[in-house]
């Protein structure tokens, strides 16, 4: 298996297993940001695609046309539940757990340790085979439980009942995703 880490073009690693992000971090720090195009290779996404992210309101708006750590994050999240759901459905879903995206006193994690977080119960789940709902229930927990007291004063069970879906959902986009390559290989 071609392991990714979830939402980006970056190949699997034990240092992405555990905090994902930091393997896109020190780009945005050597460079004060990133641009369309290193995002959209990052994303292996259109950039027009992206700006409509940004119009819709989804993403905040770039500055001098350079995206922070809070914008690529939130696109990477964004790009890593397309294929299962809906965009409204997944606008609706951060907004759910972080409420406005421009304001992050509204916040119940921030988006890089909830990306990390998911990445760190996605890459457990496929190596463990537990994507049964249980054993999915059960690996949120434990993750909960190792930063309860560092991130979460309030709306823990929302951030439980969201990270459910959003692992879910990425389990299906990639099944989905099988299933097509497989049906693309068969002739008539």
């Not at 309101?57 to 397309?82: D, H």
């Not at 421009?102 to 990306?115: G, K, M, N, P």
């Not at 998911?118 to 059960?138: K, Q």
Request: include cysteine.
């Amino acid at each position: 298996m071609n392991r990714m880490i979830p939402g980006t073009s970056i190949g699997y690693s034990e240092i992405g297993r555990n905090a994902a992000f930091s393997l896109v971090s020190p780009i945005l720090e050597a460079t004060g940001g990133i641009t369309l195009s290193q995002l959209s290779k990052l994303t292996v996404m259109e950039g027009s695609t992206i700006q409509n992210w940004i119009k819709r309101g989804w993403v905040s708006s770039p500055k001098s046309k350079k995206y922070s750590e809070k914008q690529v994050v939130r696109i990477i999240l964004i790009n890593m539940l397309k294929g299962a759901m809906k965009l409204e459905q997944i606008a609706n879903l951060m907004t759910y757990i972080n409420g406005d995206v421009e304001d992050t006193s509204d916040d119940i994690i921030d988006d890089v340790t909830l990306y990390n977080i998911l990445c760190r119960i996605i890459f457990t789940a496929e190596d463990e085979g537990a994507f049964e709902p249980h054993m999915v229930r059960d690996l949120i927990d434990r993750e909960l439980e190792k930063c309860a007291a560092n991130y979460l004063v309030s709306g823990e069970e929302k951030l439980r009942k969201a990270m459910y879906i959003m692992v879910m959902a990425y389990r299906s986009s990639y099944l989905k995703s099988e299933m097509e390559k497989e049906i693309a290989e068969i002739r008539i």
